[in-house]
């Protein structure tokens, strides 16, 4: 849908004076507009006039907020210039040539249609065009003059003043405005020969990086003041500018080496900023302890207290304070003297100061103090020995050839050694955190996992600190081994798999015991010698991985003996890893290639199938039978209307040809769908004989007698739930379930019953595989293949309650786990001749009545809610909470819904009839979809007083009947279609119509979806428009957004997927009720 502006001639009228836009009309009848580009909410043109001027739109919707020109006029003026409505006569046109493109719907319902993000064309020409408007600005000049006025009100220690200006500097008058219009990118006045003006000005590499600290001070101005209430603002005081220290160093880094005016008590002196500090500090030994001196310290003036700014000559020198020369600055001016004398423990404390004093570039060690001390690095010398069950350690530290007591800071030495005591401290904290006792001089170290975290996390560390010295008792402690572990795969026959494990040189129950500690992820395994054995190699931790998948009862000794399914499973989820591990795996690794890469194999279709397929079909014919003859399961999610229905029939006819057995294939569908595969199946695979199961019971006792005579058995979820019995002795080669969200519950007796079905292979058709939550999902692997995601227990706790917690891991490894399994395409990613899908969303408000009646109501359950949930606790009030909901839903439909003899309007009722009166009239053919058949019953008596002939399904209409309605419409025989939710969700093709309304939201967005899809899908040959209705203020804006925002749950598990309502927390469906 393109863009619509909200412009007519009363706003244009009001906008400027007839002249300006009789001009700017003609500027637009010549052709003057040149170039326009839409972005977001902006429109950006070029309008020819003696020149080229840029004009800026801001809209806000469809309404116009602001526009800008660079021409003379409006940089002088600030009014709407001719090029400005040249612009806006141009977008008037493109509403009047576009009428017949937008839905023409109420002036304040258009406002509701949802905008579309720029696309990256479109940013690019953004980027473009304010490149060309930025390139021909002027750069103007700017002077600065600082002042260190001497006196410190809140920290500032200096203060800025700046002029402005092109040929002729300006002062500037006021910091903030100046700023602040700026921002805006709105002209500030000078004086009557010069105005900055953002559209036409623009400053230089250095001064814009001034502007850019203005901005961040104009900021905190504008917090502080809305932090305080009577806060006055203190950095920008009219034309001065305050600055403490922070923001003073910051304008100097900025300066860099551009020249300021610096105002001293007697005189202005040109002066430049310069970061490299003028000074050179020796320390050296005096007769009674250490000095420094300086022979420039006092060449310069400090421009403030605490010295971060020192005048030399015309240069102020910025201070580092980060820098140990710092603090001897301020004290050599603090004592207005170059030298300071330290002496007793004062000189001691900076003798070990020395080494940091020595990182400062300005600072040197004398020759008399660099003589007598030692600065040698530290090393460490450890002897260790057998004590006990444990080990005992001798610990010495090392300076050059003099050995330092590790446990007195004392020295006796006569010279002065720094000590490095940091580094002494966090060797004697390594020992200390992995459990050594210290007795005396002497170290000790018990139990065995201490041990282990010494020997493999502390020693390599030490060694490289020193040396460390081990007695023939203890030696072979510290050679710490992995083991060599050899494994592989092979068939135990049936269903049935083994892994089999060796390590070299330890006994298969040692190895069992070795792999139990593996699987619990311990660090090492003790072996009855004595020698310890790391389990911390990456293939031991990888090996790990895949053993937690797996139950310690599936360990048996040194072998593994697992379903198919779950190798497929364990393979799938470590495939990088198992076959580096695991022998034989990339055979199976292989059987999962071909499912992701079916695409590519050469498998040719059944040449008894009457169909043309598409491409993707025939690639999702070759997924379905490279799994059914590697005898596993997968779930078929394309999009509603892709034909899952055709690629499974495909299926059946190679299930024929390779089953030797002769087994039949069994099909469960709902209830209206049955006779539709029958009827699919002799159009497209007329040569596979068919059986359908339904009836009465004993005809349907009758008709499964005759099972294995035919090719494919079909009867639905019903049927199957009461005749389990008749299907249980026979043994399919494939099981299909169509729509198989009928078994997302598995403790349904749905789920139940088809999962006692003995096959070869299961399949299950859905596009929606995951409605509520993970659960559903593994319900549904639990069918195709029982095991793959473990027992529901296990799921539950590895993936569905992290990834409903946020957990992105969690989510990530069940995407990888199950993609093989799940074929997923939409309409969008396969069918690019399919044409377009609006979707749009009208808000409207309630009658004035109506809004009594639901507020009145929602005051008054909210009170009884809170009060039931305080006694009876919120899962106890469930029902009662489902039922309010329900009837505040009926209520933004139509009040009359549940309050009987209502004689007033419903908001939505009357946007429908204008909207149907329109669509009709243009010819447009609606379905026109409701969850509550009462509202189609009084929608039907409105259609009755328009005249519009309608047809009607909802979920009791007979299966019998279904057919002929939607013939008769598709036909042309009405041109409005009502639909319940049960009647309209699935199974029909319906587009003869070009446009779907949903008059109230469904709690379930996939289950909408699959509704809208009712048009839009293989055969439409129109644009599809779908309207969503949605009464402002109320419950179902509420839910709106909360699906909005629980949408993409499913959707980063598949790819796409619904929220309902019993997946909101508590704390979600009370907020509901709040008005």
């Given amino acids: 849908m393109k863009r619509v502006f909200f412009i007519n001639d009363r706003i244009l009228s009001q906008l400027a004076p007839v002249a300006i836009r009789e001009r700017g009309l003609d500027y637009f009848k010549n052709g003057a507009v040149k170039k326009v580009f839409f972005v977001d909410d902006k429109v950006y043109a070029i309008v020819s006039g003696e020149k080229d001027y840029q004009v ?52 304040d319902l258009i406002k509701k249609l949802l905008q579309r993000r ?19 600005k002027k750069i103007v000049q700017m002077n600065y003059e600082i002042e260190f006025p001497g006196h410190y009100d809140f920290n500032f220690i200096a203060v800025m003043r700046m002029k402005i200006g092109l040929e002729r500097m300006y002062s500037m008058r006021n910091y903030y405005e100046f700023t602040q219009n700026y921002l805006l990118k709105k002209p500030y006045e000078f004086g009557k020969l010069f105005t900055f003006n953002p559209l036409l000005h623009d ?33 920008m005081k009219g034309k001065n500018l305050n600055l403490n220290v922070h923001f003073l160093k910051k304008i100097a880094s900025a300066l860099g080496e551009k020249g300021f005016s610096l105002c001293m008590p007697q005189k202005t002196i040109d002066a430049h900023f310069e970061f490299k500090m003028p000074f050179s500090i020796v320390v050296d030994r005096s007769e009674d302890g250490i000095y420094m001196k300086s022979g420039e310290a006092l060449d310069g003036v400090p421009l403030d207290r605490n010295c971060n700014f020192i005048l030399k000559g015309d240069t102020v020198f910025v201070t580092d304070e980060s820098d140990p020369v710092y603090p001897l600055i301020k004290g050599f001016y603090a004592k207005s003297s170059p030298e300071l004398n330290f002496s007793g423990e004062s000189s001691k404390k900076l003798f070990h100061l020395l080494p940091s004093l020595e990182k400062s570039p300005y600072i040197t060690v004398g020759q008399n103090l660099n003589a007598l001390y030692v600065k040698k690095p530290l090393k460490i010398q450890m002897h260790i020995d057998k004590y006990k069950q444990g080990i005992s350690a001798e610990l010495k530290f090392m300076y050059g050839g003099q050995q330092m007591d590790p446990f007195d800071e004392k020295s006796n030495s006569s010279y002065l050694i720094i000590r ?54 203890v030696k072979h402690l510290f050679s710490l081994k992995s083991p060599k572990i050899k494994s592989s795969i092979k068939s135990l026959g049936g269903n049935l798999m083994e892994i089999d494990i060796d390590m070299a040189g330890i006994d298969r129950k040692t190895a069992g015991e ?23 190699d990456e293939n031991v931790k990888k090996l790990g991985d895949i053993l937690s998948d797996i139950s310690k009862e599936e360990i048996k000794g040194s072998s593994i003996s697992l379903s198919k399914y779950r190798m497929m499973g364990i393979l799938g989820k470590y495939r990088a890893d198992a076959p580096l591990l695991i022998e034989n795996a990339d055979s199976l690794n292989k059987v999962i290639d071909d499912i992701i890469d079916s695409r590519n194999l050469k498998i040719e279709l059944p040449r008894d199938l009457k169909a043309n397929m598409r491409e993707y079909q025939v690639t999702g014919y070759k997924w379905l039978s490279v799994l059914a003859n590697n005898g596993l399961g997968g779930i078929l999610a394309d999009d509603m209307g892709l ?49 359908v199961v339904a009836g009465s019971r004993s005809a349907r006792i009758s008709l499964a007698e005759s099972i294995p005579e035919y090719d494919v058995i079909i009867t639905s979820y019903p049927l199957i739930r009461n005749d389990i019995e008749l299907y249980e002795r026979h043994k399919f080669y494939c099981c299909i379930l169509d729509e198989a969200q009928h078994i997302k519950n598995f403790e349904s007796l749905n789920a139940k019953s088809v999962k006692n079905i003995i096959s070869r292979a299961r399949f299950a058709l859905t596009g929606t595989p995951m409605e509520n939550s993970p659960g559903e999902l593994w319900s549904i692997f639990d069918f195709i293949m029982p095991g793959y995601l473990h027992s529901y227990k296990k799921f539950r706790e590895n993936y569905q309650k992290p990834i409903l917690e946020g957990n992105d891991k969690a989510l990530q490894e069940l995407r990888k786990l199950i993609a093989p399994f799940v074929l997923r395409r939409t309409k969008k990613e396969v069918l690019r001749e399919l044409p377009e899908k609006i979707e749009t969303t009208l808000t409207v408000d309630m009658t004035p009545q109506q809004k009594k009646i639901y507020q009145a109501y929602l005051m008054k359950v909210k009170e009884e809610l809170e009060e039931r949930i305080e006694e009876e606790g919120y899962e106890n009030s469930r029902m009662h909470i489902f039922s309010a909901l329900l009837r505040l839903r009926q209520l933004c439909c139509h009040p009359a819904l549940f309050i009987e003899n209502y004689k007033g309007e419903s908001g939505k009722m009357e946007l429908l009839q204008e909207l ?20 189609l019953s009084l929608i039907k008596k409105m259609l009755h007083k328009m ?94 957004e909360l699906q909005r925002k629980k949408k993409d749950l499913v959707g980063s598990i598949i790819t796409e997927g619904e929220v309902f309502i019993n997946s909101l927390t508590r704390e979600e469906v009370m907020e509901l009720f709040k008005s």
Wanted: charged share 25%; net charge positive.
């Fill in 203 to 235: 400053f230089g590499k250095r001064d814009r990086k001034i502007m850019d600290i203005l901005l961040e001070i104009y900021r905190l101005e504008n917090s502080l003041e809305g932090v305080a209430p009577y806060y006055s603002r203190i950095f």
């Fill in 56 to 107: 800026i739109l801001y809209f806000r919707g469809q309404h116009l907020q602001s526009a800008l020109c660079n021409c003379p006029y409006f940089t002088q003026n600030g009014e709407v210039c001719k090029h400005i409505m040249a612009v806006l006569y141009y977008l008037q046109n493109i509403n009047v040539s576009n009428k017949v493109e937008k839905v023409d719907v109420k002036e």
């Fill in 514 to 536: 070795i792999l139990k500690f593996i699987r619990e992820k311990k660090r090492f395994f003790k072996l009855k010698s004595g020698e310890i054995i790391s389990l911390e």
């Fill in 420 to 473: 490095e005591y940091d580094k002494e401290q966090h060797v004697k904290k390594l020992l200390s955190d992995c459990g050594f006792i210290r007795k005396k001089n002497m170290l000790y170290l018990e139990n065995d996992d201490n041990i282990y975290t010494f020997i493999k996390d502390v020693v390599p560390r030490l060694a490289n600190m020193g040396d460390l010295f081990y007695s023939s008792a």
């Fill in 643 to 691: 034909g899952k229905t055709l690629q499974a029939i495909a299926l059946l006819l190679m299930a024929r040809k390779k089953n030797a057995a002769h087994e039949p294939s069994l099909v469960v569908a709902p209830s209206t769908l049955i006779y539709n595969w029958e009827s699919e199946i002799k159009k497209f695979a007329p040569s596979l004989k068919t059986l």
């Fill in 916 to 935: 149907l009166d329109e669509l009709v009239t243009a010819g447009h053919r609606v379905l026109l979809f409701s969850q509550f058949t009462s509202m």
């Fill in 118 to 136: 720029a696309n990256i064309e479109d940013r690019v020409l953004d980027e473009l065009l304010s490149f060309d408007i930025n390139k021909n």
């Fill in 947 to 1040: 005249n519009i002939k309608y047809a009607y399904m909802e979920g009791s209409t007979a299966v019998s009947e279904r057919k002929k309605i939607v013939s008769d419409f598709n036909n042309g025989a009405q041109k409005v279609f009502l639909l319940s939710l049960k009647a309209g969700g699935v199974g029909l093709n319906l587009t003869s119509a070009d446009t779907v309304i949903h008059f109230d939201p469904w709690w379930n967005p996939a289950a909408e979806e699959q509704a809208s899809d009712r048009a839009y899908r293989i055969g439409q040959q129109n644009n599809v428009q779908v309207f969503r209705l949605i009464t402002r203020g109320t419950i179902e804006e509420k839910i709106d």
